[in-house]
Structures are given as structure tokens and as C-alpha cells.
């Protein structure tokens, strides 16, 4: 399969300390990939970094070709991005909200109608397309997010914690439908979690992070095989090439954050 994203090297560092040290690797087109890892990591940084967001201290990242630092514009023309906290206007209903997206993406005027309905529909939201997002569950938020990155087409999503604070219900359907999304259009789909058993479930490929470095690369199974252990889960292996137990810190910090900005929509 082609390579979507190119990355070499890639360091980010903040005064004295490195988030991101020299890491490398690629994705191909259509993968579904996972950064695994506890908060601090370096993942998100590193999301950063190529959805343009933040400068590479050294080193490089291409997608499709195109430099994230060189060429910014054309990557993001390429790219979908979802982030950690909440991304959507509650004040303003679906619909607006995917307008108004419409209108930065710079869709043509005659498409964008036309873009809005197939994601409503697509994300199972048409009956709430006209309701305040501010009445929205924690889940129909997130979909509504996913659907704001879909309407240019992009080539590769990015999703950053994508189902922090949600409950196993919402996290299904939330994965139900990028798995959706990922097998009609082809979409690869880049995300980073420190959640085991949803990097297990959805990833063709995982990369092990800690402490700003990228421990092993591969599938679920590989990871497994490698550490010997014919028992071995997906933890045991973050433990195996880590020296760590993967602390979940998760989240108490993120949903209390995730938490507040629900309440600023509401």
C-alpha cells in the first residue's frame, strides 16, 4: 500500500524539555492507526506537529508528499482534525455548525447543502440537525465533530483522545461510525489513546509511546508475540517495552476538562 505519512526524525522540544525525541515512522493510505500511550507521552504534541499546529523543533513529517512546515496550506487541505475537548459552537444547531465549516473549508456554494445532508445522515443525526448542539449528549457531540472534519473530503483524520469522557454506549457508536466511515470512503484514520482495549479492537497498526520516544512499532499480535509471553495482553506489552505500567491518569484531568467545557455549551 502507498505511504500517506512520512515521518523522520521528528523532535519538539519546550526550553530543557523534549516531548517529541527523534521519533520516525509511517502510515499507509487506509490504515487505521494508534498512538498508545500514558498522558505526557508526547502523542498529542506530536499530532500537532503534523496537522500544522506546532513546529517541529527538528526533523520532518510529510503527508501525501507535502512538508507540514513547507507546506502548510496543502496539508491541510489533506487532513481532518479532531481534538481532545469540544470543538463545536452550542449555541448554534448541527446544521449551522456544519455550515459554517462549509463556508472556512471553502466548499463551493452549490455542494454544500448537498455535503451537510450525507453527513447528517451518515452520523445518524438528521432528526437533531435543527436542535441547539447545546441539548447534544456527550456522544452526538463527538459525531458531530467527526462530521465537521468529513465535509472537505479529507485524506487522513486525526483524532486526538477520541472518546475521552464518553460512556462505553457513546464509545461504540462513535467507533461505529469512523469504522464506517474508514471502510466507504478509505479514510485513514490516525489516532492516539491511551485506552488499551480500543487500540486493540479498531488499529491495523499500534505504536507504543513513552516519555516522548516510540518503544515498538507493529501489530497487536506482534507486539504480543515479541515479548514472549503466549498470555501476554496489549498491557503486558507497553510493560514489556516500556519499563512502565501505563498509569491511567486518564483522566481524571481530561473528563473534569472535557466536563467544563460541556458546561460552557450548556
Known sequence: MPTILTVTNLTKRFDDFTAVDAISFSVERGEIFAFLGPNGA?????I???????APTSGEAKIEGYDVVRHPAEVRRLIGYVPQMISVDGMLTAYENLMLMARLYDIPFRERKERIQEILKFLDLEDHARALVRTYSGGMIRKLEIGQTMLHHPRILF???????LDPVAKQNVWDHLLELHDKFGTTIFFSTHNMDEAEDVCTRVAIMNTGKIAIIGTTSELKEKTGNSEATLEDSFVFFTGNSLRETTNFREVRSARRAERRLG
Not at 42 to 46: Q, W
Not at 48 to 54: A, H, P, Q, V, Y
Open 42 to 46: 508526547g502523542k498529542t504534541t506530536t
Open 48 to 54: 500537532r506537529i503534523l496537522i500544522t499546529l506546532l
Open 159 to 165: 483524532l486526538d483522545e477520541p472518546t475521552t469522557g
